[in-house]
Nanobody, 119 residues
Framework: VQLQASGGGLVQPGGSLRLSCAASRSIFSIKSLGWYRRAPGKQRVLVAGIRSGGSTNYADSVKGRFTISRDNVKNTVYLQMNALKPEDTAVYYC??????????????WGQGTQVTVSS
């Protein structure tokens, strides 16, 4: 499974970006979809996720500003980012987990897309 992330770039504080992650396989039946980020000198952390039942979860730092969504027809997961702050600067990665036999799962990562928030 290949994940192609896009949509990153340079934006001023307060601006918006929408990240996209297109999967080469159907995302209709997944364990979870997620966006993670790694800021310079820090570990990769979960920003937003969708579970198989449709529930979403967000890091406290992005609640009310970021929205994760999916398009099952296009096999694409999105991250709408509004009111961006300099501390949102990071490489953003998409993640997809598919169920595997035996109550396990297999996960895949996109290549990462740089988001820089700066004036």
């Amino acid at each position: 499974v290949q994940l192609q992330a896009s949509g990153g770039g340079l934006v001023q504080p307060g601006g918006s970006l929408r990240l996209s992650c297109a999967a080469s396989r159907s995302i209709f039946s997944i364990k979870s979809l997620g966006w993670y980020r790694r800021a310079p000198g820090k570990q990769r952390v979960l920003v937003a996720g969708i579970r198989s039942g449709g529930s979403t979860n967000y890091a406290d730092s992005v609640k009310g500003r970021f929205t994760i969504s999916r398009d099952n027809v296009k096999n694409t997961v999105y991250l709408q980012m509004n009111a961006l702050k300099p501390e949102d600067t990071a490489v953003y990665y998409c993640n997809v987990q598919y169920y595997s036999p035996g109550s396990s799962y297999t996960e895949y990562w996109g290549q990462g897309t740089q988001v820089t928030v700066s004036s």
